[in-house]
């Protein structure tokens, strides 16, 4: 019989949306709003820090982060979300979501207080000890990707099911903003109770010893939203995708999904029993059989997220030229700590404000009626329409006038990025392998997408610079320049939009038919009929 499938999935599939799924949303999501604080609130801190640790006597300028060490603080979060999403993923599918969902959101609690109590006695040391605590930071961000994306798609009905999925990354929205309109708050209200000359006025006085206090404070609220909802990570039963296909426990799962769904579900043992038989023999990651079924899929999901990555981090090295030049941030040196971290927070938090929550939130309510596919394969080729416009006429951009029409094309990148690739690279594996894989897969993707952002940041910190060594940054060796640069981007993101014919459509369907795993269950089906 075609399309046959356990009752506890069927129950699921079908299922009205309920209070249970809001509050899935908001205990998954609490990860990502972590995440996108903090990766948002560093590029403040790094520009305080710069001040307090560097201070240059005689220097016309305010201190700032050698660019070794601005690459490790702002980098060293990446690499640890890298191998988070990679061990983390593989646990998932090893010992269950919910066993190992506990602890990386006790991690990245712990890592953000730590990273605010950060010690030493020197510049050097006190960068060492953030650096470390980063990296677990991010290690225990990274898992929150495959678990969190794996979680919601195996609880939630197939008809609302991207939507369900895109709203917990959508959380990263609410992180920004959060981290922008705090960051405002610390620094207004230091700054009114400690009074401080401009830069250029008084250097010294211009970064007042409170100063100190503000990084560490911003950094340490990160952890609050996720230490509010770690109970209810822990009252949430495993998945019955998992405890039924992968643990077969029937019995269990049914249970389960009885109590969340309030209504009864027969157990089916033996037809898992069955399935589990024929699954015995069946294919593991690193097969010819995986490869067959799955490998274009892999590919796609791990190639568009790379060149998603590339692209949307490489598209904040030019904020602050962009802000400067529109006058929304002055001259450093015209400002003193606590003033230059308030008016960056909010020259981001405007842009966030604009572009990149109602991105999210785009994605959200259409996902579910025109696709993944359609959403993605617009964001790219809008993202490639912005980037050329931006790259191509770039020195018309820089006369004075323009610079508005400039923003107005950067925060459209940004819109489509977020109602585009950026929301589909995290739906779509958490919807398109076996249940077995499902969160390794997801880690693995994931992981891919974080090169790309490690690339994005960094490649494009030194191709960006002034191809006159003598006009670069402090530090930087000569570049290719930001209009070359934006061409580079374009065709990064030309790319992104051919590979996307790789990734399947998975709207309306049910997990279980996208990975393949309905004919299993037929089988097992036909089999017991036979017996």
Not at 180 to 198: E, H, L, N, T, Y
Not at 447 to 463: P, R
Not at 500 to 508: A, D, H, I, N, Q
Request: charge should be positive; glycine fraction near 10%.
């Amino acid at each position: 019989m075609a399309g046959e499938n356990l009752k506890v999935l069927d129950a699921l599939d079908v299922a009205k949306t309920q209070w249970y799924h809001f509050t899935a949303i908001i205990i998954a999501g609490m990860g990502f709003f972590t995440d996108a604080y903090d990766l948002f609130c560093v590029s403040l801190v790094t520009k305080m820090l710069g001040r307090i640790y560097y201070h240059v006597e005689g220097s016309t300028k305010p201190g700032s982060l050698p660019p070794n060490v601005s690459a490790a603080v702002n980098g060293v979060a990446l690499c640890g979300t890298l191998a988070g999403q990679l061990f983390f993923g593989w646990l998932g599918d090893k010992m269950g979501r919910k066993r190992v969902y506990g602890v990386t959101l006790m991690l990245m609690s712990m890592c953000s207080i730590a990273s605010g109590l950060s010690f030493g006695k020197d510049p050097k040391s006190v960068m060492a000890t953030l650096c470390f605590f980063r990296f677990w930071l991010g290690f225990g961000i990274g898992g929150d990707y495959p678990l969190s994306a794996t979680i919601m798609s195996e609880y939630a009905n197939k008809k609302t099911r991207g939507a369900f999925v895109a709203a917990v990354f959508a959380m990263q929205g609410f992180g920004i903003l959060s981290g922008g309109v705090f960051a405002m708050i610390v620094s207004a209200a230091f700054q009114a109770r400690f009074k401080a000359p401009a830069y250029e006025v008084d250097p010294i006085a211009s970064t007042a010893p409170q100063a100190d206090y503000v990084w560490r404070i911003i950094l340490m609220a990160g952890a609050l939203p996720a230490l509010l909802t770690y109970y209810w990570r822990l009252k949430m039963p495993e998945t019955a995708r998992y405890t039924a296909l992968v643990a077969k426990n029937a019995q269990q799962a049914a249970s389960d999904m009885s109590k969340v769904l309030q209504v009864d579900i027969e157990a089916e043992q033996k037809k898992v029993e069955q399935i589990g038989e024929k699954q015995k023999n069946s294919f593991g990651l690193f097969t010819r059989e995986f490869l067959r079924r799955h490998g274009l899929h892999l590919l796609g999901t791990s190639s568009t997220w790379f060149l998603l990555d590339i692209a949307y981090y490489s598209q904040n090295l030019f904020q602050k030229d962009i802000f400067s030049a529109i006058g929304w941030i002055p001259a450093a040196k015209t400002m003193n700590a606590m003033e230059e971290v308030y008016t960056i927070a909010r020259a981001q938090t405007l842009i966030a404000l604009c572009s990149t929550v109602p991105g999210y939130w785009f994605t959200v309510a259409l996902i579910d009626i025109i696709g993944r596919f359609a959403i993605q394969l617009l964001g790219f080729f809008m993202m490639t329409v912005f980037m050329f416009a931006l790259a191509i006429p770039y020195n018309h951009w820089t006369h004075k006038g323009n610079h508005i029409g400039f923003v107005v094309l950067y925060s459209l990148t940004f819109f489509f990025a977020n109602f585009g690739p950026n929301a589909t690279t995290f739906v779509v594996p958490a919807e398109i392998f076996p249940a077995r894989l499902r969160s390794t897969c997801h880690g693995i993707s994931a992981a891919s997408g974080k090169m790309g952002a490690i690339i994005g940041a960094f490649g494009f910190l030194y191709l960006a610079q002034n191809q006159d060594k003598a006009k670069a940054d402090a530090g930087y060796p000569a570049g290719i320049g930001v209009k070359n640069s934006l061409i580079v981007l374009g065709v990064v993101n030309f790319l992104g939009l051919l590979l996307t014919f790789l990734v399947p459509e998975s709207k309306g369907k049910s997990l279980e038919e996208m990975s393949g795993e309905t004919d299993d269950m037929n089988e097992a089906s036909s089999n017991g009929t036979v017996l």
